[in-house]
């Protein structure tokens, strides 16, 4: 039973996807759960081969932008880059649109996630000798180190691109889907001032919590203070008793002065607050 | 890609900010009626003790009885009283015009609870009088 359930394992673990060669000329089937890797094709990004006085990638992540911004027509571009292994201080630089690729994708059937991973041609490619037949009007060729989309009658083709036995590189990327609608520093902006007021409001709620917890003790103590009844019913019960009694011996006070003026007074009598008097 | 939508953090984070407004909405209501309760509470307790010091406060309605009774004026006037749990019974067969004065004028210019009374004028000088004070 452990060895099934082993077996089974291993079989998701090891589960083949499916390396597709995502061009928008291209004619792909796909079935609607399979697992795929995606090489775009050189006319889904832009690249350049370049050499920067930098050593990391993450110096020469952060000049993307600038270094495309003469070149790119108007959209809306993320960016990758990778050391050429090649060449010293040379990089492979890119630039493309998420949502162009994960629409075309979509329009081939492959539901984004499905997409395992995303690879530049350029850097899966790069070996090529000659040229290769990508589909009916197009080849690829590798011209001083770049991975070129060329038609079809320009050059001799050496056959149709080998996509099954192919070892992708560590070199990929991640798709913003959304990335398009808003961008990320707007989306951080606008839950951060979610985020802040969300605290603020928690802050508010928690010092009110201690406000009425204050209240509580001082009405505890007014309770002792003022050897109250421990219910509101029976101390307005009480004082309504009280009152009565006040309003009772006003009233007497009252009509008793008025009375008094009477001459030959006999009998002043005065029970069940019922005053009396006879001359 | 298995990103997580960007939308189901803003809804979240929404939520999040609904929640706390929600709940502070709800603790402010709560300080309201705890400030109003607490401050009825007062009023109550207040009035309570005043008019319990004033007509049931037994040791002190007592003191000021037995202190009134001992007035000079009224030793001729014979009174009898007739001490309860619940009051005094206050009487007096013989009671001139001038002790009866001083006594009334006393008993109704304090604040004792009078329960009942009864003066009967016998001759012009002389009244018999009946007197219930509760505490």
């Known amino acids: 039973m452990n060895n099934q359930k082993g077996i089974i394992f ?10 597709v060669f995502l061009d928008p000329n291209s004619q792909l089937s796909i079935k609607d759960d399979e697992k795929v890797e995606i090489i775009l094709s050189p006319s889904l990004y832009w690249v350049q081969k370049i050499k920067l006085p930098v050593k990391y990638i993450r110096d020469v992540k952060k000049l993307l932008p600038s270094l495309f911004e003469d070149i790119l027509p108007s959209g809306n571009y993320n960016y990758s880059a990778y ?30 996630s499905n997409i395992s991973s995303v690879h530049f041609a350029q850097s899966e490619l790069s070996d090529l000798e000659g040229a290769v037949k990508i589909n009916d009007s197009q080849s ?59 605290l603020l409001f928690f802050s508010e709620y ?22 109250l009844k421990p219910t509101m019913f029976q101390n307005k019960a009480i004082l309504k008793k009280y009152q009565g009694i006040h309003q009772n011996q006003t009233t007497l006070r009252q009509e008793l002065s008025k009375k008094l003026k009477q001459k030959n007074i006999k009998l002043i009598t005065y029970k069940n607050n019922n005053l009396k008097v006879e001359s | 890609m298995n990103r997580i939508n960007p939308a189901y953090i803003g809804v979240l984070l929404v939520m ?120």
């Open chain 2, 16 to 135: 999040l900010l609904a929640m706390s407004l929600y709940l502070l909405n709800s603790a402010k209501d709560t300080l309201k009626e705890s400030k109003q309760s607490f401050k009825e509470t007062k009023k109550i307790a207040t009035e309570i003790k005043s008019l319990k010091n004033a007509y049931a406060n037994e040791v002190v309605t007592k003191k000021n009885i037995i202190r009134l009774l001992a007035d000079k004026s009224l030793k001729s006037a014979e009174i009898k009283t007739e001490y309860k749990n619940s009051g005094v019974k206050i009487s007096s067969k013989n009671m001139n015009k001038k002790a009866l004065d001083v006594l009334m004028g006393k008993v109704l210019n304090s604040s004792y609870d009078v329960r009942s009374l009864k003066i009967k004028s016998i001759t012009q000088e002389i009244a018999e009088l009946e007197l219930e004070i509760r505490w």
């Open chain 1, 10 to 19: 291993l079989m998701k673990f090891n589960e083949q996807k499916r390396v």
């Open chain 1, 83 to 112: 050391k050429n292994e090649n060449e010293d201080e040379s990089f492979f630089i890119f630039a493309y649109e998420d949502k162009k690729i994960i629409d075309l994708a979509s329009r081939f059937g492959i539901n984004s």
């Open chain 1, 140 to 198: 690829i060729y590798v011209k001083d180190g770049v991975v070129t989309l060329v038609p079809c009658c320009w050059i001799e083709e050496s056959g149709n691109i080998d996509l099954e036995n192919i070892k992708l590189s560590k070199h990929k990327i991640t798709l913003a889907q959304f990335g398009h609608i808003v961008d990320n520093s707007s989306l951080y902006k606008i839950a951060s001032v979610l985020v802040v007021f969300s």
């Open chain 1, 206 to 227: 928690f010092i009110t919590k201690q406000k009425i917890s204050a209240i509580q003790e001082q009405k505890s103590k007014l309770y002792k203070e003022y050897d």
